[in-house]
């Protein structure tokens, strides 16, 4: 029972100090991407003002911070504002939303490769204008909109994401990762989802 009683400290000493607390990361980070929604229905009083589906090039800004256990786990959270443009008469699409988050990371000299995923949830606001492009040239600065339509709401999310961080030196680190945010709340045909690409830089502080 004795020789048992140590290789069980001596195993849980071991995994101690493979789990034990490795640092910590911080940093912000520029996006860009592909959205795209599902097929939607506008109406207004007397007819079907719009159906399809949005798609076209979202950017924005964010950033996370990630406290390291260990080798491989990370553990934190992170937070982005994103945005489209559709029409040239002031629709848009624009989110905010955080989360926490998971990855696991593999050291390769310079390099860091991770794979995870965040959950979290945020505000979704859409506003479409009519295009119109009938209107006579000469109207088209005094063209009242009497068909706007505005929608805000929550959501949850679930984001994967994989990227990569190469190590200027050991407190400062490039990034770049792609993601691909996904709404799980309902009735949200509208919601712009797609890949993003992110590139920004992370400040870490690792223990001496």
Same mark, same amino acid.
């Given at each position: 029972m004795t020789l048992t009683f140590s290789v069980s400290a001596s195993e849980s000493e071991k995994n101690g100090k493979? &789990? !034990?607390f490795n640092g910590? !990361? @911080? +940093?912000? &980070?520029? #996006?860009?991407?592909y959205g795209q929604s599902r097929n939607f229905t506008i109406y207004d009083e007397d007819d079907v003002l719009f159906n399809g589906k949005f798609q076209g090039a979202v950017y924005g800004i964010g950033g996370? &911070? %990630?406290?390291?256990? @260990? $080798? #491989?786990?990370r553990v934190g959270m992170e937070g982005y504002a994103s945005n489209s443009k559709y029409s040239k008469f002031g629709g848009y699409t624009s989110l905010g939303w955080g989360g926490l988050l998971l990855d696991s990371k593999w050291d390769v000299k310079k390099w860091t490769i991770f794979v995870g995923g965040s959950? +979290? @949830? @945020?505000g979704y606001k859409f506003v479409f204008i009519p295009d119109y492009n009938k209107v006579d040239n000469n109207l088209k600065d005094f063209v009242i909109d009497d068909n706007v339509s505005y929608r805000s709401y929550p959501f949850v999310a679930v984001v994967p994401f994989v +990227?990569?961080?190469?190590?200027?030196?050991? %407190?400062?680190?490039i990034v770049a990762k792609i993601d691909y945010l996904f709404s799980v709340s309902k $009735?949200? $045909?509208?919601f712009v989802t797609g890949p993003r690409l992110f590139l920004g830089f992370m400040f870490c502080h690792l223990p001496k």
């Open positions: 493979k &789990m !034990s910590y !990361s @911080g +940093g912000m &980070m520029l #996006h860009a991407g996370a &911070m %990630r406290v390291m256990f @260990g $080798n #491989h786990l959950v +979290g @949830g @945020g +990227g990569v961080e190469y190590a200027l030196t050991q %407190r400062v680190h $009735n949200t $045909n509208d």
